[in-house]
């Protein structure tokens, strides 16, 4: 490890703002869901959103708040066993830091509007990319326990 990296200090670029105040409102899978929200930047950050509006999807990332920091394992809906939380995507984890894509749908000076959130409303603004499928598409990827699950759902 890098000599003074045993904690770190995030800077909050901004907040997002969703329709979803309860953890049981927040869609399973942000990008299946049509809401549209809004992504505030604060102001101090707001030159980094130069030519933003030329790209039609992002990557942001965002604090999960409620998280429990102490778990190492979760339990997957629809799978039932107990898995590392890193071969999950379990809200719960040690740096609960959530990344959606969403496609961008607007910009107005500091706000985003877009779509594809899974974000609790407040949520702390952490980082925002350019998407690129050329770049950051993996159509191979897989997660092993997924297929093993589907195939044994398909199995009877």
């Not at 980094?48 to 102490?70: A, M, N, P, T, Y």
């Not at 394992?73 to 629809?78: D, M």
């Not at 107990?82 to 995507?89: D, I, N, P, Y």
């Not at 969403?102 to 000076?109: A, D, G, R, W």
Request: glycine fraction near 8%; proline fraction near 7%.
């Amino acid at each position: 490890m890098i000599e003074g990296t045993s904690s770190l200090i995030l800077k909050p670029i901004g907040v997002i703002h969703t329709p979803y105040h309860r953890r049981e409102d927040i869609p399973r899978q942000g990008r299946l869901s049509l809401e549209i929200c809004e992504i505030e930047v604060f102001q101090e950050y707001s030159p980094g959103l130069k030519d933003i509006e030329q790209c039609s999807h992002l990557f942001v990332l965002f604090w999960l708040h409620l998280g429990d920091r102490g778990k190492l394992t979760a339990v997957p809906p629809h799978d039932g066993r107990e898995h590392g939380v890193f071969a999950t995507r379990s809200p719960s984890r040690p740096n609960p830091i959530a990344l959606d894509i969403v496609e961008l749908l607007q910009v107005n000076e500091n706000r985003l509007k877009v779509r594809g959130m899974d974000a609790l409303d407040g949520s702390t603004l952490l980082d925002i990319k350019p998407y690129s499928a050329e770049m950051d598409s993996i159509p191979e990827a897989e997660i092993a326990w997924q297929k093993k699950r589907c195939e044994g759902d398909n199995d009877g």
